[in-house]
């Protein structure tokens, strides 16, 4: 079963597809076992799959040898960065409530939405110095996918697709109404 990353980076349409559950890594797979509060690795032999963190965890992202993700339980959720073979866990910044369950992870930053309406909207944080940097107001945004220098979004309220460049300077609605998106970087 050896697998390989199927592209330069998680952010691919069938991962996405599949809420980023599941990666191809290496000669490895990996997923989330919610009953059994962890991330697993399986590999080529099915009996040699190995929990490599505990606990609740949501979307898996994997670039170099390193899993970043947000997890969920605990009195240390927040994002995360994990070694593949579980030997190093950091957490890169701590969460509370429901804050960053929608992410995607590009280059250096973890991009994420903070769904309360007060403070909520898309924003970034750099992997290495945490800054925090508010993108746009839209606490609804869903599906974030990043290509080039911009982020794609549903807005889950109205189902339109907007954008809005990495940097935050500038918004665009691309759509009047739509129920469904799919991103093709190729």
């Known amino acids: 079963m050896p697998t390989t990353n199927n592209n330069s980076s ?25 009953s059994e509060e962890g991330i697993f690795r399986l590999h080529e032999n099915p009996d040699e799959m190995s929990k490599v963190a505990e606990g609740i965890f949501s979307r898996l992202h994997i670039e170099n040898g390193w899993i970043y993700t947000r997890k969920l339980s605990g009195e240390d959720s927040g994002f995360f960065k994990i070694e593949t073979g579980g030997t190093e ?10 804050k960053g369950i929608e992410m995607v992870k590009e280059e250096n930053y973890i991009y994420y939405v903070d ?9 970034k944080m750099h992997i290495d110095d945490k800054e925090e940097v508010k993108l746009t107001d839209d606490f609804t ?5 990043v ?3 911009w982020l794609y979004y549903l807005e889950s309220q109205g189902g339109y697709i ?4 990495t ?4 918004r665009e609605q691309l759509t009047d109404n739509t129920s469904f998106m799919m991103m093709n970087d190729e």
């Open 10 to 34: 998680w952010n691919s349409e069938a991962n996405s597809s599949n809420g980023n559950l599941f990666f191809g890594y290496g000669e490895n797979i990996y997923f989330n076992i919610v």
């Open 89 to 98: 866990i950091n957490q890169l910044m701590p969460l509370t409530g429901p």
């Open 115 to 123: 769904p309360r309406p007060a403070q909520g909207g898309i924003y």
């Open 141 to 145: 945004a869903r599906q974030l996918y």
């Open 147 to 149: 290509i080039g220098e």
């Open 162 to 165: 907007y954008r809005v460049k």
């Open 167 to 170: 940097d935050g300077s500038v």
